[in-house]
Every structure is written in structure tokens, then in C-alpha cells.
């Protein structure tokens, strides 16, 4: 039984006939009845006594008429509710970006673009807590964020992996080989995220290295992007670290980007409300690549 057959059955009740209803369906008089045929089959009564001349309703005809109306005006009332819902529902993802995503976020603009064309993307920047308070208190739909592993009334689901990057003086011998030996680092000072700022990263890299034989010795903090590699560029014993996603989109030649003979990497999450996560949150994900 389906929405058009009762649409059809009820306003050819109130024409008593098949040419008028058609009509005010604006279809062809065929279809009405050919329609009305399928539905008087499945129900196994006639609801309409037809001939060359009249149309008249049968008696089950008559009983089935008000429940007809009634399973219309419940999928009126369902359609409203819905356009409602819909007229109201911001077409703007709020979506808090973590430090370096670089290619990461290109892509997953460009596939939430082709997924959800009718969604505009507002980025928000700033510390990782800062942007888990504004989920939590939906200022943010959702925030990407790293080295974190649980937070009140979120759920974080993992995305990637983003591999760590040496970059190096584009001068020194380490420079000529694909891969770095992270112990062959121990003798150059490291220009690192000062741990109040991003522990996460400060930690990993900080235990990579005694994992590899050796604490590293600290010079200045990173502190921007630009005016770091340009320090690392002109030093001959300095050496920083990037995101690999973030680090081809920064070339300069003064600076070599290298990976690690042992990789680092960490894990990309996205934070979103345990209770009320963004209604595009499948489409997100998929532009994330991830299932879903």
C-alpha cells in the first residue's frame, strides 16, 4: 500500500470521478485507475462500484475512506515536522582545527564539499581544551584533536595517523639520506613546542629520543612556523619537527624535510558531543575516510 494509492483512492471519493480526480492529480485518468485497481487488490474488496454512467463508493469503500484520510494527514503532519526541523538546522559545520592538518584538512573540505554541497564550514583555531569546552558547550559542532584520550560528555572517534617529520638544516650530511636515524640527532640542539603549550607533541618527541639512547638538548622553543624554519635554515646544529602532512606545504629550500628511520606518528581524533553531535556527522566521517 503506498501514499499515492490512498492520495488517489480519497480524491476519487470526492470527485465520484475518475476523469475529474485525474485531474486535480494532474495525471492521466489511466493511472488513477490502474492505481486504484492495485490498491483494491491488495486489500481483496472493491471500494468503488463503477459504471458506464455513475461512481459510487462501496460499502468497504466508505469504511476505508477516514482511515485513508487519517494515514494522509499523519504523513502531512510527519513531512511538517520534518521541514520544520530542517528549515531550522544551521547549514554551518563550526569546526575547531588542530595545529598542522595541513593536507589532511584540504581533503576533507573538498569530499564534505561534494557530500554535502548545501553545508558551509566556519574553522576555528585555538588551544585543544579551549575548542573541547566550546564542543562541549556546542559553540563547536566538532573539533579535530590530538593526543587526547578521553574527555567528559565527548566522544572521540580516531581518524589517521600523522607521521612526525625532521626538518634539518638542508646543509648538514644528515640531509643527503631519505631517513634520519633519531639518534644521530643527539650531538643538535632541538627547537620543540614548549610543553605548556603542546605536551602531547613535546612528550612523544622528547620520548622518542630517549627511547633512541639519548635526552635531547633543548635550544629556543618553536614558536612560529615561519620564523623557526628560518632559524633551523640558517643554524648548522639545530632541528624541529612537523607533522609530514603539514611539512610539503612549506618549502623552503634552506631546510630539509626528512622522515624517521623509526616512525613517530600520532593519532588524529574528532571530538564531538556524546549527546548531540552534529546531524552531519555521517558525511564528516566519510570525508574523513572513515567508516562510519
Not at 43 to 48: A, H, N
Amino acid at each position: 500500500m503506498e501514499l499515492r494509492q490512498l492520495r488517489y483512492f480519497v480524491t476519487v471519493a470526492e470527485e465520484l470521478h475518475f476523469a475529474r480526480a485525474a485531474q486535480r492529480l494532474h495525471i492521466v485518468p489511466a493511472a488513477v485507475s490502474q492505481q486504484i485497481r492495485r490498491l483494491e487488490r491488495e486489500l481483496g474488496v472493491d471500494l468503488f462500484d463503477r459504471s458506464p454512467r455513475t461512481v459510487r463508493l462501496t460499502e468497504a469503500g466508505q469504511l476505508f475512506l477516514p482511515e485513508a484520510r487519517a494515514v494522509l494527514a499523519a504523513a502531512g503532519r510527519a513531512r511538517a515536522k520534518i521541514a520544520a526541523l530542517v528549515s531550522t538546522r544551521s547549514t554551518v559545520l563550526r569546526l575547531g582545527t588542530s595545529y598542522g592538518l595541513g593536507e589532511h584538512l584540504d581533503r576533507v573540505l573538498d569530499k564534505l564539499t561534494k557530500l554535502a554541497p548545501r553545508v558551509g564550514v566556519e574553522l576555528v583555531s585555538g588551544p585543544t581544551q579551549s575548542r573541547l569546552d566550546q564542543v562541549r558547550a556546542r559553540t563547536l559542532d566538532a573539533t579535530f584533536v590530538r593526543g587526547v584520550t578521553e574527555s567528559a560528555e565527548l566522544r572521540l572517534i580516531p581518524l589517521w595517523q600523522d607521521r612526525i617529520t625532521v626538518a634539518l638544516p638542508a646543509s648538514h650530511p644528515l640531509a643527503e639520506a631519505a631517513e634520519v636515524e633519531l639518534a644521530d640527532l643527539a650531538g643538535m640542539s632541538v627547537r620543540l613546542v614548549d610543553r605548556a603549550r603542546n605536551a602531547p607533541l613535546h612528550d612523544l618527541v622528547v620520548g622518542a629520543c630517549r627511547a633512541a639512547g639519548f635526552d635531547p638538548v633543548f635550544g629556543p622553543p618553536f614558536t612560529t612556523l615561519q620564523d623557526t624554519l628560518a632559524m633551523v635554515g640558517a643554524s648548522k646544529d639545530t632541528w624541529t619537527v612537523l607533522y609530514e602532512s603539514q611539512a610539503g606545504r612549506v618549502p623552503t629550500p634552506r631546510v630539509a624535510f626528512r622522515a624517521t628511520a623509526t616512525p613517530i606518528s600520532m593519532t588524529t581524533l574528532l571530538a564531538v558531543s556524546e549527546t548531540n553531535p552534529p546531524w552531519c556527522l555521517d558525511a564528516l566521517l566519510r570525508a574523513c575516510d572513515h567508516d562510519s
